[in-house]
């Protein structure tokens, strides 16, 4: 299965907003809404076992040099993005809106 990621650019990390079933409805989010940095869709595919059709745990990386997550990508479940995540990452459940 693949998501569409409303992520933005800010203060040099990448940041996820909302997750899409489509891609038309993904970018009238990012135009109907006042969003800071640089917004952009972006196509993914879920990783791992999707324990839930209608929701996805997103994974981001921290980078203690900078102090900044990165978003690393969309999972199934919570224990394959708390992997990808690392020690000092963040896991975020989220709802695909349909």
């Known amino acids: 299965m693949k998501v569409y990621v409303v992520e933005t650019h800010l203060l040099e990390g990448d940041q996820d ?3 899409f079933d489509q891609k038309p409805k993904a970018e009238r989010y990012i135009q109907s809404q006042d969003l800071h940095g640089k917004p952009e869709v972006v196509e993914v595919p879920v990783r791992g076992f999707q324990e839930n059709p209608d929701e996805v745990f997103t994974a981001s990386n921290y980078d203690a040099a900078r102090d900044i997550q990165f978003f690393e990508g969309a999972y199934g479940n919570q224990k394959d993005a708390e992997i990808a ?10 709802a ?3």
């Open 96 to 98: 695909i809106r349909h």
């Open 17 to 19: 907003i909302a997750i």
């Open 85 to 94: 995540a690392g020690p000092n990452g963040l896991v975020l459940h989220r």
